[in-house]
């Protein structure tokens, strides 16, 4: 969705179009695969961070296009939200102190914005769902002045074809509806890229998903919405209830949701670029003057802007990435499991964690794949989400009937996955210092039992119990978890609580 597009009406011949171009693109992508015309290994990553904008209230601010004029960098983009911003960093090669890297970049770039907000009372709150958003802050005429938001929502309440119902149940209980899909912007995520070859494929995105569920125990951060308590990772249920263009009836049926886990381990990339085409009816029918067999047929190589366009109204949480870069296809996983925050430290220990983890997993002889049933994954996702730190995944072991146990997702982490994302950052070699004091914030967080969902949590209800009402507390601990963001310490560190006055 990264191109800009003009909102419009379309008329009935637009979609058969768009649908013939879209096999079109598949087929150039099969033939791209065969002939492997695909970039050779280099090692890349690249990371995108969605932020809120906040007032000094904690309260939230609808001004991103004023704020990226001030911020005037290519590096700050909007999102769907106009409380929403989004920043890039541009892809660099894993190796050495790239961690180190990457966080002074990050320090620096927020820092910058967050003095640039500040001149409009504004801030960076780098948060997975903002504690202080309400009903009336999530509705249609928020979404930010962009053609292509506008037309996403136009043709999908179209699709829907009746309100977005929100029923969420977790520590209490949310039911709520929308006429727009407005409330997804309240999801802000981390999203971790990394490129890889056709053949590496199916082994990387395998190993994203069986990881999925200890990414999120250890990095959640998103347990309020609408003044409610919910899930400990309250964005997966929000963003595929946001985004369900299902009616009740077509659920009923079993038609997937155009946010989804998945529904198994897969052997290929196209696979997945398949499964789009086959399940999800297009949103928006944009066609590109390319003919990617032409382009193919003359040697060169073609954009697949329709099947790329498809690919992002398709939200996968590992979702598989086709690009061009100085006329190179490449393949990409990207992760868009984490939520933003809590600081640049926790972003970083969350990114060393995942890509270290993911190499040791995808090489090993035995994959964890063929040992953990992909309802297991799915469900440790489910868990995650639900409980954060404090949730029981299933993992594999020897000895046990099935092979299978449930396990404290703390536990698995320290015992088990540190030392093999130890391992598979010393494979990408990432230097020791970086090694040890990024994984080491994961560490922090698993010996003190605490997150940013816990601690966000632990700080509201202490807030109370000191006699706060519920919004005042929201507030109060909004502004709070503000303070210690942009304080830097990670979010294991933390006192919890607010500063007695």
């Known amino acids: ?30 033939r791209l695969l ?26 939230p601010k609808m001004m991103n296009g004023e704020v990226l004029q001030r911020i005037a960098s290519g590096d700050f983009q909007t999102e769907l939200g106009m409380f929403n911003l989004e920043v890039n960093i541009v892809p660099h ?25 500040g001149e ?68 802000t995520s981390v999203q971790l890229h990394l490129q890889t070859t056709p053949e590496r494929f199916a082994a990387v995105w395998n190993a994203a998903q069986a990881v999925a569920g200890a990414q999120i125990a ?12 919910l899930w400990r990772e309250s964005r997966p ?40 085409l086959r399940y999800y009816p297009p949103l928006l029918p944009i066609c590109d003057d390319e003919d990617p067999l032409a382009v193919l047929d003359a040697g060169g190589v073609p954009r697949l802007q329709e099947l790329v366009l498809h690919n992002g109204t398709v939200y996968r949480w590992n979702r598989p990435v086709y690009g061009l870069a100085d006329g190179v296809p490449h393949l990409r996983v990207e992760n868009r499991v984490l939520p933003a ?71 698995l982490v320290r015992d088990e996955l540190l030392p093999l994302a130890a391992a598979g950052l010393d494979a990408w070699n990432i230097a020791p210092a970086d090694r040890d004091r990024y994984l080491g914030v994961i560490e922090g967080r698993c010996d003190r039992r605490v997150n940013g969902a816990s601690w966000q949590a632990d700080t509201y209800h202490r807030a109370r119990e000191a006699g706060l009402g519920r919004h005042a507390a929201l507030a109060a601990t909004t502004r709070r978890y503000s303070e210690l963001m942009h304080g830097g310490e990670p979010v294991h560190d933390w006192p919890t609580g607010l500063p007695a006055v």
């Open 218 to 229: 250890l990095g959640a951060n998103s347990p309020f919405l609408f003044g409610r308590e």
């Open 34 to 59: 065969a002939e492997r015309r695909f970039d050779r290994p280099r090692n890349l990553m690249g990371m995108e961070i969605e932020l809120n904008l906040a007032g000094s209230d904690g309260m």
């Open 237 to 276: 249920p929000l963003f595929q209830q946001a985004t369900d263009t299902r009616s009740p009836e077509l659920r009923n049926q079993g038609v997937r949701p155009r946010t989804w886990f998945g529904e198994r381990w897969v052997g290929s990339a196209y696979e997945l670029f398949q499964e789009n």
């Open 120 to 187: 409009v009372d504004a801030g960076i709150v780098m948060i997975g769902i903002l504690p202080t958003l309400g009903h009336a802050d999530l509705v249609a005429a928020n979404l930010s002045e962009a053609d292509r938001y506008t037309l996403l929502n136009d043709q999908m309440v179209a699709a829907r074809g009746e309100d977005f119902s929100l029923d969420i149940h977790g520590v209490e209980h949310l039911v709520s509806t929308s006429s727009s899909i407005t409330p997804e912007a309240a999801c």
């Open 93 to 117: 090669h894993l190796d050495g102190r790239v961690f180190d890297q990457l966080a002074e970049e990050l320090r620096t770039g927020l820092g910058y914005a967050h003095r640039k907000a």
């Open 1 to 30: 969705m990264g191109d800009k597009v003009v909102a419009g009406a379309f008329d009935l011949s637009d979609r058969q179009r768009y649908r013939s171009k879209l096999h079109q693109c598949l087929e150039g992508l099969e």
């Open 341 to 411: 925050g809590p600081t640049v430290a926790d972003v970083i220990a969350n990114a060393a964690f995942y890509y270290g983890l993911v190499r040791a997993l995808a090489e090993e002889p035995r994959p964890v794949w063929t040992r953990l049933p992909f309802t297991a994954a799915r469900e440790n996702f489910d868990a995650a989400c639900r409980h954060g730190i404090e949730a029981e995944l299933i993992w594999p072991r020897s000895g046990r009937p099935g092979g299978l146990a449930p396990v404290p997702a703390v536990d």
